[in-house]
């Protein structure tokens, strides 16, 4: 959407990821935000922050799937588990480097998903949202059974990476490897939409038909779709085990695949931003319902044991009222907010 005296005069000034120069300073400070909470925070809440920058990348991953493609997945769980297990059997059993392991277990999770991804030419919406939670489950029990790869129900223990004599052994130096990983993967996606590639996705999701007359191979885009969905998921996959020093089945169940389909619905489908937006928000929420129960324990004992019991209830509820009241998303209430400013004092 361009609004009056916005007007672009090339190509190249037409295709920018940063549009105008308070884009690019706004940018540049969150840049430095980034980079100096680790010394702005710690114990809990930086591990907060580490989770959000790996959710970040396993969302924006499904969203390319989900929102951009139109291919519902309910296997991203035991897609980040197949790069957990990957990058740790990689690292603790054959002794090679973390830099060969987190890049071999999105390779290897890409060609998963694109396997499970096969029924996507056959079926859509509900059927192919089955076909993908059968995935889920063969995963898990894969997990739980390949005991010479995966440790079974005991699970491996993973090391953090290296450089020469360096270990990232501590949460912040860590930190740095993660944004670094967020960040290129976030723009790689954000040009990905905007390339060939990523306009045949938004072709096949918008209609199917018309793209196939078009001579777009549907085949060819819907499994490509898998594939970097699922290479997103892995190398997420990765860098979680890698944070947790451990990996086992546990980690990576329906539960988390839910929770991812929920992180792009309320952040906005079909948006990068909004993947981000969600990530954020479904990881603070759990951890903001807690610091309240907290702080009203000593007033309300008794209204605190409610609301403990209840909590996952309150959650769900929180996202029902949100999906009714903001039904676009993050994303969406996020331009509203930008066209205000943009057009304020006269937005008449």
């Known amino acids: 959407m361009q609004y009056c005296g916005d007007f672009r005069t090339t190509y190249e000034k037409d295709v920018k990821i940063f549009q105008t120069p308070f884009i690019m300073v706004c940018m540049g400070f969150l840049g430095v935000a980034l980079l100096a909470l680790p010394f702005l925070i710690k114990g809990e809440y930086l591990w907060i922050a580490l989770q959000i920058l790996i959710a970040v990348i396993g969302a924006v991953g499904l969203n390319i799937l989900t929102g951009f493609t139109g291919q519902i997945s309910l296997g991203q769980g035991a897609f980040l588990g197949v790069g957990a297990y990957t990058s740790a059997y990689i690292t603790a059993k054959l002794g090679l480097s973390f830099w060969v392991g987190v890049p071999a277990a999105g390779l290897v999770t890409a060609m998963a ?17 089955i076909a993908t939670l059968a995935s889920q489950f063969i995963l898990e029990w894969i997990f739980l ?61 918008d209609h199917y038909i018309s793209a196939e007359i078009m001579g777009i191979s549907l085949y060819k885009y819907r499994l490509l779709s898998f594939g970097i969905s699922s290479f997103y998921a892995g190398v997420a996959g990765a860098l979680f085990g890698h944070a947790l020093k451990f990996v086992s089945s546990e980690q990576f169940n329906i539960g988390v695949s839910i929770v991812y389909l929920a992180m792009i619905i309320i952040g906005g ?35 605190t044991r409610l609301v403990t019991s209840f909590e996952q ?14 039904p676009d998303g993050l994303a969406h209430r996020w331009k509203l907010i930008k066209a205000y400013w943009k057009l304020y004092p006269f937005s008449y």
């Open 145 to 205: 059974r390949w005991e010479p790869v995966t440790g079974g129900s005991y699970g491996i223990a993973v090391p953090r990476p290296v450089i020469g004599d360096f270990i990232f052994e501590s949460d912040r130096s860590y930190y740095y490897i993660v944004l670094a990983f967020t960040v290129v993967m976030t723009l790689f996606a954000t040009n990905l939409i905007r390339t060939k590639t990523g306009r045949a996705f938004m072709a096949v999701r």
């Open 269 to 303: 489908l079909g948006s990068i931003i909004g993947s981000i937006f969600g990530a954020v928000f479904m990881i603070l929420l759990p951890k903001l319902l807690s610091v309240v129960t907290t702080l009203i324990s000593a007033d309300f004992p008794s209204l």
């Open 313 to 326: 209830g309150i959650f769900g509820l929180i996202i029902v009222l949100f999906l009714i009241f903001e």
């Open 113 to 129: 998903g694109m396997v499970f991804g096969v029924p996507s030419l056959r079926l859509k919406g509900l059927y192919l949202a």
